[in-house]
C-alpha cells in the first residue's frame, strides 16, 4: 500500500510540474552597453577606407530607421603614418555614382542592394596612400568614446602560379576548381588572408575561412584552391564556391599581421559557432576603446582566364 501511495504522489508532482511548465515565462535580458565599432582596410598604393558603427543588441528589432541609425557620421578619423596625421574625410555614400558606392560597399562584404535604403557614411583620404613596410595607427573620436588602433602593411608574398581543374562530378562539366601556388617564406611567421575575384565583380574572400597561417608549412611551396567567394547575405545553390568555364578570375593573396590575422580568425570560428546558444567565441579585436579591426593588407594578384 504504502508503494501504490509514493507512485501516486510522485504522479501528482509530475502532474504540478507540467502544468506549471505551461506558464508563460518572461526573461529580463540586460542590454549591453553600446559600443562603436571600426572596420578599416589600408593596402599599398590604395587609400584607407574607415567605417565606424554602433552596436545592437542582440536581440533587436531590425528596421531601415535602426540600421540607418549604426552607421556613425561626425566622427574625427585620423591615421598617424610615423610622420603626419591625416584627417579622413566623410563621405556619405548616397552622393557619390552608384558605380563607385556599390565597390565601396562591397569592401565591407556588404551588398550593394543596400543602396538607395540606407544612410551609410564611409571615412577616406585622398592624401594618404598606403605603402609595405609602414605602420598605421587609427585614432577616432565621436563623443567620448575614443578609439584607437594599429597595423603594418607587410610584404606582399608572390602568387607562382593559378590553375584550374574540373568538379569533380562530371555531371558538373560547367564548373571548375581554381588552385594556386606560393613559396612560404622561410624561418619567420607569416598570416595570410584570401580574396578571389570574377569578372567585374569585387574582391570577396574566400567564403567561412579565409585566413590561415605557416605554422605547418614554413619556407614550403604551398599549393590551394580557392572557392568563388560571393557578397554577404546571398543565397546558396549547387555552384556555391565553384567558377564557371569562362570565367576570368583574379586571385587575391594577403599578408596580414598577428593582431588582423587573429581578428579574423576568431570573428570567422564566432560566425560558425551555432547561434547565441552555442559556446561563445571571444572576438579578438586590435581596436582600444571599441571593437572592430584595423587591417593593412600586403597583397600580390594573379590573374587567369577559364576557357570556354
Known sequence: MKTKLWNIGLGIILLLAMVACEEDITLEIPQGEESLVVEGYIEPGMPPIVMVTRTL????????????????SGADVRIYDGKDTIKLMEINLSTLPDSIAKLLLETFQLSGDLLGGLNITIYTSIQLFGEVGKTYTLLVEKDKNKLKARTTIPEPVKIDSVWYEHHPNPTNDSLVIVYFAF???PNQDNYYRLYNAREKEPFYPNPFISVSDDKLVDGNLIKLNTFRGQASGMSFDETYGFFKKGDSVTVKLCQIDRVHYDFWKTFESSRMSGGPFANPVYILSNVEGGLGVWGGYGASFFGLRIPE
Open 183 to 185: 613559396h612560404d617564406p
Open 57 to 72: 543588441p542582440y536581440f533587436s528589432e531590425s528596421s531601415i530607421d535602426i540600421l540607418n541609425s549604426i552607421f556613425v
